[in-house]
């Protein structure tokens, strides 16, 4: 696993050195995205993108402490911040929230236009000192649909819109993830995964072993989706710094994953509820 994270940080880097020498024309102008978006008067950035974390009961408080300095870490170092400074704009907005059953999501960080070393820092502080909160049960699905619409408020206009989801477990409450992910794909909103696979199987906890599966499968999705698994805790830093790297850069790295409805799932998309179903009957 250790070389699979080299692999991806191996790929980030070259994506940063690659972008210097390249020209961003493309087909699909920002101002062309405005229009079919009507957001014309929304400020233009090289891309929106969600922090959606997972706080469910599953995170233990170092866990949950890994997470949040993972992404202050990654929004801080040199390499996001080359990656930022080579965009057609140079700088992109983000926002970040917590997340944990069907009707729990909190937002930590409203969205913030990033452009440099003193925004980034503000934002990853913002991040430090928010309070940590934890809840019940896990809706990936509830994530999804409470980040979906926070694009259409954010004032900012994306050539990508991409919500990054992290978490260490499968959805057990809320509408189906599967479903739900079509739902936010058909919206021209790229989604990817974080899986954090820490933990032994236990069905106390309804942890699986296939967890980075389960996101290639049912939860990602859109132009360049990937993942970026987690399974020792000395990864969480260079993980988190490598996905946001590739999502500013708009690359994806070459990974062994299945595109979405290229083929039948690789495992069941509703393991999560029939787990909670067997443990807890409702």
Same mark, same amino acid.
């Given at each position: 696993?250790?070389?699979?994270i ?6 980030? /880097?070259?994506? $940063? %050195?690659a972008l !210097?020498?390249?020209?961003? &024309? ?5 101002? @062309?995205?405005a229009?079919?978006?009507?957001? /014309?008067?929304? $400020? %233009?950035?090289? !891309?929106?993108?969600?922090? &959606?974390?997972d706080v469910?009961?599953s @995170?233990?408080?170092?866990?949950q ?7 202050m870490a !990654? ?13 057609m ?8 929230f917590?997340w944990?059953?069907?009707?729990h999501?909190?937002i930590i ?18 991040i430090?000192?928010a309070?940590y909160?934890?809840a ?5 699905s ?5 980040a ?18 992290s ?5 057990n409450n809320?509408p ?5 992910r079509?739902?936010v794909?058909?919206?021209?909103i ?6 954090i ?22 939860v ?5 989706a ?7 805790r ?6 988190i710094?490598t996905?946001l790297v ?6 994806t ?9 290229a ?6 998309c509703?393991?999560?509820?029939r787990?909670?179903?067997e443990?807890?009957g409702?």
């Open positions: 696993m250790r070389g699979r080299a692999v991806f940080a191996i790929v980030a /880097a070259a994506v $940063i %050195a !210097a020498g390249l020209s961003f &024309a493309a087909p699909n102008t920002p101002q @062309m995205l229009q079919q978006r009507g957001d /014309a008067g929304a $400020i %233009a950035v090289d !891309a929106e993108v969600v922090l &959606a974390v469910s009961y @995170m233990d408080p170092e866990e402490a890994l997470q949040r300095e993972g992404y !990654a929004l801080t170092s040199r390499e996001f911040l080359q990656a930022l400074k080579q965009g704009h140079g700088r992109i907005a983000l926002t970040y917590e944990a059953g069907m009707h999501q909190q960080v409203p969205w913030r236009l990033v452009d440099g070393p003193e925004s980034a820092d503000g934002f990853a502080a913002d430090g000192r309070r909160t934890r019940s049960r896990t809706s990936i509830g994530a999804l649909l409470f979906a619409p926070l694009f259409e408020g954010s004032g900012y206009r994306g050539v990508r819109r991409v919500i990054d989801v978490g260490d477990g499968v959805n809320g189906l993830v599967s479903v739900t079509d739902e794909l058909s919206k021209g790229t989604i990817n995964g974080l899986p696979l820490l933990k032994r199987p236990n069905a106390s906890t309804l942890d699986i072993d296939q967890l980075d599966i389960y996101y290639e499968d049912c990602i999705g859109g132009p360049g990937f993942v970026v698994p987690i399974r020792e000395d990864q969480f830093k260079e993980a710094r996905k590739l999502e500013i850069a708009g690359r790295p070459e990974r062994p994953v299945v595109p979405v409805a083929a039948a799932p690789r495992i069941s509703t393991i999560g509820e787990l909670w179903q443990r807890w409702n």
